[in-house]
């Protein structure tokens, strides 16, 4: 008897349940080699009072599986609820989203017939780090944190993928012509990566063009890598033009953990009635046989779920008069897809799997030591006495031993040079400069005089020089 591997599984809430039972169905008559491990995730777990959404018992379920198949789940509605995929990602440290976007022309409508994208995201750092403060009572701060590990982590990632799944290009998008340190690093490690991977061309973009080269021409595109919050939205975006978000399916990978859902969320008003379409998750779960081995799994899925497409037996989402057969619930589409296991699509491209060699571990570089001076702090005030000039004005006569170089709100110079046109909040960002490498004390000593005059000093930045470079992105005028 073949050997099962066991997977966590998780039915989610609103069509969760129901995609689940139909996805799991197929696997079965497919004849996955499967042991299933069913944990409770989601709404009622929240409305327990866990803020995770996860019991702490499921987590022995994924330690022990290392593969987990999860429907989509509701988060409760208000303040207090930590988002469940996050954690997930972080706690399995599921550093890749992978997310193939793929149109089914002439059976699900699209524009781009030719469409076939892999979008492969920084699943942990960027701003979904989750780093956020309220400094004062108009402003919100979120920190965008980009490393040099997790760059090359994510790039290597991709260019493997590409290697394996013999894609031809892989494309980076960023916006270092504005985020000069964090995009720039990204992009720069981007760089690097390349040159090791001579058999697959490679290219940038900045992300908005980018995003609206993928619109318009995705035939353009075969492999995207971008950090985490661009490959959000823009996986999303990238689905819809295919022809169908409902029809995709995600990968998260780590390199000892994964897990796999559909990238649609959980549908409450259509739970229930037997109407959702069960494809994403499906798609998920062919990427899940894939991952633990059991391609030949996968391929007859697969094969089987695009002849059911080309049936014409259709849920309601890709239905279209002239092209579908019949509208069909999400069981009976399951139904049909059983019924096509062993047959192969005659328009569309059959699908071919093989076994997916484990991507090659590669040491991370490690990044030459540079020397770090201090040669200044960013001090932030909670200030509502006037304008730019009048807090410039009062600062100057605080002598606390350091040069005020400047201020800005919110990004724009307001001292010593503003504009009258310019939005403030309450939120002011104090450059003070030294005239060379400076003590930490010195700063102390600065932000004492400041608090003995009554500021309100929320928050401070130090800035460092590396190897005799600013590592802070300059003032207007700078």
Same mark, same amino acid.
């Given at each position: ?106 059976? *699900? ?14 699943? @942990? ?8 403060? %309220?400094?004062?009572?108009? *402003? ?15 790039? %290597? ?9 013999? %894609? ?100 409450? %008003? ?97 990044? /030459? ?65 030294? /005239?060379?490498?400076? @003590? ?39």
């Amino acid at each position: 008897m073949a050997k099962l591997t066991p997977i966590t599984v998780a039915h989610g809430d609103g069509i969760g349940p129901e995609i689940m039972e139909a996805t799991l169905h197929i696997l079965k008559e497919a004849g996955a080699r499967i042991k299933i491990e069913t944990i409770e995730i989601g709404e009622k777990v929240y409305l327990r009072g866990n803020s995770t959404g996860i019991e702490p018992g499921a987590w022995e379920s994924l330690e022990r599986t290392k593969v987990f198949l999860k429907a989509p789940i509701t988060t409760p509605q208000g303040g207090g609820f930590k988002s469940l995929n996050v954690t997930t990602r972080k706690m399995l440290g599921l550093y890749a989203n992978v997310r193939p976007c793929v149109a089914y022309h002439p059976y *699900v409508d699209t524009l781009h017939p030719a469409m076939d994208v892999v979008i492969v995201r920084e699943n @942990e750092e960027d701003c979904y780090a989750g780093i956020e403060h %309220r400094q004062t009572q108009q *402003v919100m701060q979120c920190l965008k944190l980009i490393s040099q590990p997790g760059c090359e982590r994510i790039v %290597r990632y991709a260019f493997e993928y590409a290697r394996r799944n013999n %894609r031809k290009r892989v494309t980076c998008f960023m916006k270092d012509n504005i985020m000069k340190l964090t995009d720039g690093l990204f992009h720069k490690v981007f760089d690097d990566v390349a040159k090791e991977y001579k058999d697959i061309e490679n290219d940038h973009w900045i992300v908005d063009i980018g995003a609206a080269k993928l619109a318009d021409t995705p035939e353009a595109f075969d492999v995207i890598v971008m950090p985490n919050l661009y490959g959000d939205i823009l996986s999303d975006v990238a689905a819809q033009i295919a022809g169908s978000v409902g029809l995709a399916g995600s990968a998260n990978i780590g390199s000892g953990a994964a897990m796999f859902e559909a990238i649609h969320g959980s549908a409450p %008003r259509r739970a229930g009635q037997n109407l959702a379409n069960p494809s994403g998750l499906l798609l998920g779960s062919v990427m899940m046989l894939n991952h633990i081995n059991q391609s030949d799994i996968a391929e007859l899925v697969h094969n089987a779920w695009l002849a059911t497409l080309e049936s014409g037996f259709h849920t309601y989402d890709i239905f279209a008069e002239g092209k579908s057969k019949e509208k069909v619930g999400t069981r009976e589409f399951a139904q049909a897809v059983v019924k096509h296991l062993g047959k192969k699509p005659k328009t569309l491209k059959t699908v071919a799997y093989k076994s997916a060699p484990k991507q090659k571990v590669k040491a991370l570089k490690v990044p /030459k030591i540079e020397k770090k001076e201090l040669v200044g702090v960013d001090v932030f005030l909670d200030w509502t006495g006037g304008n730019g000039l009048d807090l410039g004005k009062k600062l100057e006569a605080v002598k606390g031993g350091l040069l005020l170089y400047g201020i800005s709100n919110r990004g724009v110079s307001v001292y010593p040079k503003g504009n009258s046109n310019t939005l403030t909040s309450d939120q002011w960002c104090c450059r003070y400069m030294g /005239k060379g490498v400076l @003590e930490y004390t010195v700063i102390v000593k600065l932000l004492s005089k400041l608090g003995a005059a009554g500021f309100d000093c929320i928050k401070t930045e130090n800035l460092y020089n590396f190897d005799g470079k600013p590592g802070f992105s300059l003032s207007q005028g700078q």
